[in-house]
């Protein structure tokens, strides 16, 4: 069972005790589940206490892969998703299920382009619908000077929600601006898996990554190649360091859930409207009612304070 929270935080927020225990319910029968600490705390984790988890259970699977797939599709696909994403003012999300032609939630304009990638994959192979829910998927612009930081890809929302981790199966990235018209932008994967991750954490807050190992895999950006990778690699792209006038980096990424999770991150799946507008409330609500327990924490220090002058 899934609840849609939207609705009821709507109505609730000045009510602290509802908004923390919220949450959705996720099937954790057969999954192996582990404390986490990673540098990262979101609000609702701060509001609510307790420890953090990850998701280990596919982590004796990890073996490192990175496939790289050039002109992997009809060059008119990348171009759909590069004016798409030029065209939106903000990054676009959705996600797709496996079973039978697929149940597509989230922004719109990707619904068309996102089949078609999705059915190249299943057809080719590089990934394998057995065992999985379906496919979290996104697509944004980025401006020169851009890059993205070291981190493992997850749901966001599910870890906002229920303070555990849900690495994925796959993770996937499509190139879909013409390289000659950039410099930059490259990805980086770590073959250590989970491991590297857990040892330098979000952004490498617990201990800086270095560049120069040589368990990195890099790719260089290129116009309609598709990178097909283990779920379980922590990764980075390269600053955008040159772009012609107009021109964005533009890709299109996806990540591919198991049953246990891929209900609940169908709901709101990472970069859609329905994500931004949830989360927006959730930081809205939490720095709020972080404020007020500041508050209260401090009047009852000053009243012990007080009483003890007496």
Not at 63 to 82: H, W
Not at 143 to 151: K, T, W
Not at 224 to 243: A, E, I, Q, W
Request: with cysteine.
């Amino acid at each position: 069972m899934f609840v849609d929270i939207l609705p009821v935080l709507n109505d609730i927020q000045d009510n602290v005790n509802t908004m923390i225990v919220l949450q959705p319910e996720t099937n954790l029968a057969n999954s192996r589940i582990e404390p986490l600490v990673d540098g990262f705390e979101s609000v609702l984790a701060r509001l609510k206490g307790g420890n953090q988890y990850i998701d280990i259970t596919n982590a004796n699977e990890v073996s490192g892969f990175v496939k790289v797939l050039d002109n992997f599709l009809d060059p008119s696909i990348a171009k759909q998703v590069y004016q798409t994403a030029l065209n939106s003012k903000r990054p676009l999300g959705g996600y797709l299920t496996f079973e039978g032609e697929g149940v597509y939630s989230g922004d719109s304009e990707m619904d068309q382009f996102t089949r078609e990638i999705v059915e190249e994959l299943l057809n080719s192979k590089h990934i394998l619908p057995e065992g999985h829910h379906g496919i979290m998927v996104w697509c944004l612009a980025a401006d020169e000077g851009n890059e993205v930081p070291y981190h493992i890809d997850y749901p966001e929302l599910v870890r906002y929600e229920t303070n555990i981790l849900y690495p994925p199966a796959y993770g996937l990235v499509y190139h879909c601006t013409d390289e000659t018209q950039m410099e930059g932008g490259d990805f980086f994967a770590h073959k250590g898996g989970l491991d590297h991750y857990l040892q330098h954490g979000f952004k490498g807050r617990l201990k800086e990554i270095d560049p120069q190992d040589p368990d990195w895999i890099a790719v260089d950006y290129k116009f309609n190649r598709m990178l097909v990778y283990d779920g379980r690699l922590p990764h980075f792209s390269t600053k955008v360091t040159k772009l012609t006038t107009g021109c964005k980096r533009v890709i299109w990424a996806a990540n591919v859930y198991g049953p246990h999770v891929g209900p609940q991150v169908a709901l709101r799946p990472d970069h859609s409207e329905s994500f931004v507008r949830v989360v927006n409330l959730y930081q809205k609500l939490g720095n709020k009612l972080l404020a007020r327990k500041s508050k209260v924490a401090k009047m009852e220090k000053e009243n012990k304070s007080s009483d003890s002058k007496y």
